[in-house]
């Protein structure tokens, strides 16, 4: 039987590595954001968040996805396991709503930036599907598809 310290301490375990998940996975998202800025858009500026070698909205999205809706082995909506005994459905689940949640978080986040501050962190205006600019179809269907992987 566990007691509550050892409780708390497994606590604090999950804490620091949910933390560093976010940190790692911001980091990863800047150094996609530069090679893409250099190799595809061919300007090679700082994508970083101030001055730091992170984008804050990729590790903040698989973070709270993760808090939302665990992993796609064992997911759960609202408490509930979500297509247990078909992981293919599970995956499939777990593939759209994450990149539904991801692609909300942008659009939100992308609009804030935009209104509060004047500053256009990104821009898919000539992207299929795209919402203002905020968000677009394929980066979407990405955004389900890495944190799925992830």
């Known amino acids: 039987m566990k007691t509550n310290t050892q409780h708390s301490h497994g606590r ?66 609202f408490g ?6 078909d992981p293919v459905l599970r995956y499939l689940a777990y593939f759209l709503l994450s990149g539904l949640f991801a692609t909300i978080f942008e659009l939100i986040t992308g609009f804030f930036f935009d209104r509060v501050f004047h500053i256009h962190l990104w821009n898919y205006k000539d992207s299929f599907g795209s919402i203002g600019g905020y968000v677009a179809f394929f980066p979407s269907l990405l955004w389900g598809f890495i944190i799925t992987a992830f």
Not at 80 to 85: C, G, R, S, T
């Open 12 to 77: 604090h375990i999950r804490i620091k590595v949910l933390f560093l998940t976010g940190f790692l996975v911001s980091f990863l998202g800047w150094a996609w954001e530069m090679l893409y800025a250099a190799l595809i858009l061919q300007s090679p500026n700082d994508r970083g968040f101030l001055i730091l070698p992170i984008c804050p909205i990729y590790g903040i999205s698989v973070v709270a996805i993760y808090l939302l809706f665990r992993t796609p082995k064992k997911m759960r909506l």
């Open 80 to 85: 509930k396991d979500i297509a247990k005994h």
